[in-house]
């Protein structure tokens, strides 16, 4: 099946009403050091928090516009599950979304906070599918497909229209891939309006199913995903997307979770946007080099923003011992007064921020007159750890670092 112009443009009309027009945002940081002139297309502040209402918003206004008034079924563990309720809703259909029964309570209630019926089912997205099937079928419903639907693909597609008229000179488009239904409709809207434009998807290397379908030119499905882009972690994209990005696309690249948490960190602290860890496989895949955009303008797709505070939390502690702003270390010190406090005025007048001390006395190795101290200070980079070591060391402290 092929997707045309008009459908594209008839979907844009459809979502004026409906969406944010997400902004582009030239990050200086970003373009500083990559040697390109880096925007970003902000659609973790789209609505609902991720791109995910265009597709749904888009095929909902066909049902309806063809007197489709069935309730809907989804599955989802995030995104979709989101942008189908809050379209049901504002169709003024019912929905019921299936959602995994590990599925966060965040994103549980925030679907539910749209007004759509949550059901929990199976340990895994394959089960919730399985199920949500089943439901339409016994209930006549219509079964609303995260990404392998031309009217959906089409609802996503809009963000590349957008970019095409916010940046018409644009040089290079870099989108997010999992099931395939954005990078399709980008890359196909994109390619039949003006084919100079180069457009790359990204792929978790443990997600990559699209990446090795593109390079074989045929539909290949994976029999495992591992990575923390969860909103990514599809092991079976569509036939209808790989066959449009196959044909439209310039490439597809993948990164690694490293690279993906440190692309997080860096937007978080660079650019003060919160970007789940999907949408920042677009900015990790030019920060790393995975694509040439030397002097060329480049648009990163952040394709959502929902992520619970907790990794919010985990991603900071991985991004700033990778880069060496936090040791951790060990010090034998004796048990007695004042022995912690000559520890502790070292290390600050080494420059440490001292963020946590933990006294450790039942260790087998320590005498009994001694304490094992755990301490994790923050610094200025490795060479300042570095001397933060050994100027505790020429003390003549006892150090082991963790």
Same mark, same amino acid.
């Not at 902004?23 to 925007?39: H, W």
């Not at 031309?150 to 809009?158: K, M, Y």
């Not at 929902?306 to 991004?319: A, K, T």
């Not at 420059?351 to 994790?376: C, F, M, Q, Y």
């Given at each position: 099946?092929?997707?045309?112009?008009?459908?594209?443009?008839?979907?844009?009309?459809?979502?004026?009403?409906?969406?944010?027009?997400? /902004?582009?945002?030239?990050?200086?940081?970003?373009?500083?050091?990559?040697?390109?002139?880096?925007?970003?297309?902000?659609?973790?502040?789209?609505?609902?928090?991720?791109?995910?209402?265009?597709?749904?918003?888009?095929?909902?206004?066909?049902?309806?516009?063809?007197?489709?008034?069935?309730?809907?079924?989804?599955?989802?563990?995030?995104?979709?599950?989101?942008?189908?309720?809050?379209?049901?809703?504002?169709?003024?259909?019912?929905?019921?979304?299936?959602?995994?029964?590990?599925?966060?309570?965040?994103?549980?209630?925030?679907?539910?906070?749209?007004?759509?019926?949550?059901?929990?089912?199976?340990?895994?997205?394959?089960?919730?599918?399985?199920?949500?099937?089943? @439901?339409?079928?016994? /209930?006549?419903?219509?079964?609303?497909?995260?990404?392998?639907?031309?009217?959906?693909?089409?609802?996503?597609?809009?963000?590349? @229209?957008?970019?095409?008229?916010?940046?018409?000179?644009?040089?290079?488009?870099?989108?997010?891939?999992?099931?395939?239904?954005?990078?399709?409709?980008?890359?196909?809207?994109?390619?039949?309006?003006?084919?100079?434009?180069?457009?790359?998807?990204?792929?978790? /290397?443990?997600?990559?199913?699209?990446?090795?379908?593109?390079?074989?030119?045929?539909?290949?499905?994976?029999?495992?995903?591992?990575?923390?882009?969860?909103?990514?972690?599809?092991?079976?994209?569509?036939?209808?997307?790989?066959?449009?990005?196959?044909?439209?696309?310039?490439?597809?690249?993948?990164?690694?979770?490293?690279?993906?948490?440190?692309?997080?960190?860096?937007?978080?602290?660079?650019?003060?946007?919160?970007?789940?860890?999907?949408?920042?496989?677009?900015?990790?895949?030019?920060?790393?080099?995975?694509?040439?955009?030397?002097?060329?303008?480049?648009?990163?797709? @952040?394709?959502?923003?929902?992520?619970?505070?907790?990794?919010?939390?985990?991603?900071?502690?991985?991004?700033?011992?990778?880069?060496?702003?936090?040791?951790?270390?060990?010090?034998?010190?004796?048990?007695?007064?004042?022995?912690?406090?000559?520890?502790?005025?070292?290390?600050?007048?080494?420059?440490?921020?001292?963020?946590?001390?933990?006294?450790?006395?039942?260790?087998?190795?320590?005498?009994?007159?001694?304490?094992?101290?755990?301490?994790?200070?923050?610094?200025?980079?490795?060479?300042?750890?570095?001397? @933060?070591?050994?100027?505790?060391?020429?003390?003549?402290?006892?150090?082991?670092?963790?």
């Amino acid at each position: 099946m092929e997707l045309e112009l008009h459908q594209l443009e008839l979907a844009a009309e459809r979502l004026k009403p409906i969406l944010h027009h997400t /902004e582009l945002d030239l990050s200086s940081t970003f373009s500083a050091m990559t040697g390109g002139q880096i925007y970003l297309k902000c659609e973790n502040r789209q609505k609902t928090g991720s791109f995910k209402i265009r597709g749904a918003s888009n095929k909902l206004a066909s049902l309806t516009e063809n007197g489709e008034k069935r309730p809907v079924v989804a599955s989802s563990a995030g995104n979709h599950a989101q942008g189908v309720a809050c379209a049901a809703k504002k169709f003024g259909v019912p929905a019921t979304i299936v959602m995994p029964k590990a599925a966060s309570i965040a994103k549980v209630q925030a679907t539910q906070g749209y007004g759509a019926k949550v059901v929990l089912e199976g340990s895994c997205y394959d089960d919730a599918y399985a199920y949500a099937k089943r @439901l339409c079928e016994e /209930e006549g419903a219509v079964f609303l497909h995260p990404y392998n639907d031309l009217e959906v693909i089409a609802g996503q597609g809009t963000l590349g @229209l957008e970019i095409l008229s916010d940046l018409p000179y644009v040089d290079v488009i870099v989108v997010p891939a999992g099931g395939g239904g954005l990078l399709a409709g980008v890359a196909a809207a994109v390619k039949l309006i003006n084919p100079r434009v180069q457009v790359y998807g990204v792929q978790a /290397e443990g997600a990559d199913a699209i990446a090795q379908s593109f390079r074989q030119k045929a539909l290949v499905q994976t029999e495992t995903v591992s990575t923390i882009a969860d909103g990514i972690a599809v092991k079976a994209p569509g036939d209808l997307t790989v066959s449009l990005i196959n044909r439209y696309a310039d490439g597809v690249v993948t990164v690694s979770d490293a690279e993906i948490a440190d692309a997080m960190l860096l937007l978080m602290e660079r650019c003060k946007q919160i970007v789940e860890p999907s949408g920042a496989t677009s900015v990790a895949a030019v920060l790393n080099g995975k694509l040439d955009v030397q002097g060329k303008r480049v648009v990163c797709v @952040l394709s959502g923003g929902n992520i619970d505070m907790s990794f919010i939390q985990s991603i900071i502690e991985r991004g700033l011992v990778a880069r060496h702003r936090r040791v951790k270390f060990i010090v034998t010190i004796l048990d007695q007064p004042g022995s912690l406090v000559r520890l502790l005025n070292v290390i600050a007048g080494a420059g440490g921020n001292i963020l946590t001390v933990l006294h450790d006395k039942l260790s087998p190795r320590l005498h009994p007159n001694e304490t094992a101290v755990h301490i994790a200070c923050e610094v200025g980079g490795a060479e300042h750890g570095q001397a @933060l070591l050994a100027s505790i060391r020429a003390q003549g402290y006892e150090l082991q670092e963790e």
